[in-house]
């Protein structure tokens, strides 16, 4: 029989790697929450159309005037 310490839970290789498995799907579904709820947010996507209007027009900051606002 193995000895555990406090610090270690031992467990079978089928089960964790089911616990793997639900990690990721549970990523993803985290990530398309994300998604629908940024995209169903009208003025986040007001605010995204916006900014690709003006980046498509030539409308950009200066690198260095980003850098200092935003800590970089």
């Avoid at 089911?18 to 998604?35: C, G, H, P, R, T």
């Amino acid at each position: 029989m193995k000895i555990m310490n406090k610090n270690n839970v031992i467990v079978p290789k089928k089960t964790f790697a089911k616990f793997l498995d639900a990690m990721a799907v549970f990523s993803e579904v985290q990530e398309q929450i994300e998604d629908h709820l940024i995209l169903t947010n009208k003025k986040i996507v007001g605010d995204l159309r916006r900014a690709r209007l003006e980046h498509q027009k030539g409308k950009v900051g200066k690198w260095s005037a980003l850098k200092t606002k935003y800590g970089i």
